[in-house]
């Protein structure tokens, strides 16, 4: 048996672009596409309900900040679409999104879901891309609800990454 020495991690090079494989890429994309639960509840559904709710012709001569109602409720639809795109949220991320005031405005809940509101995942990304529609200052603690959520969530998706590959 003899032994062979390792390379020196200095003369290691570092993968093209970083490690991004364009092949996995373009696979892991057509994937997605070819699913159907993808296509219509990322793209098609969200885009459907700008159509039938965003285009009223009232909203489109409502104020709101610095834009309109119509333009809210895009902004609104295309959140929803990518975090809907990049999870498995289902129906809990359509409660959530409700809970959140992505879909109705929070000044119609009362005062008491007003508050549980600013608690919940997508609060903090809402005001955030609703943030340039308002104008002013944007909220240290939208900032901080999002991120304290992405740790939550990648905690919990370490966690059960570790926890399944420690069976293998």
Not at 22 to 36: H, S
Not at 139 to 150: C, E, R, T
């Amino acid at each position: 048996m003899t032994a062979r020495s390792l390379p020196s991690s200095d003369a290691r090079q570092p993968p093209a672009l970083g490690g991004l494989n364009p092949t996995v890429l373009g696979l892991e994309i057509r994937r997605l596409l070819r699913n159907r639960r993808t296509m219509i509840f990322a793209l098609i559904a969200p885009s459907l309900f700008f159509l039938l709710f965003g285009l009223n012709k009232a909203y489109a001569h409502q104020s709101a900040g610095h834009s309109n109602v119509s333009a809210f409720i895009l902004v609104s639809m295309a959140l929803y679409g990518a975090v809907l795109a990049t999870t498995a949220g289902g129906a809990i991320l359509m409660l959530l999104s409700f809970a959140g005031g992505l879909f109705i405005p929070l000044s119609q809940y009362p005062h008491v879901l007003q508050t549980l509101a600013k608690f919940t995942p997508l609060y903090g990304l809402k005001q955030l891309v609703h943030a340039p529609l308002i104008g002013g200052s944007v909220d240290v603690v939208w900032a901080v609800n999002a991120v304290a959520w992405l740790v939550i969530f990648a905690s919990g998706a370490v966690w059960r990454f570790r926890k399944d590959t420690a069976r293998v």
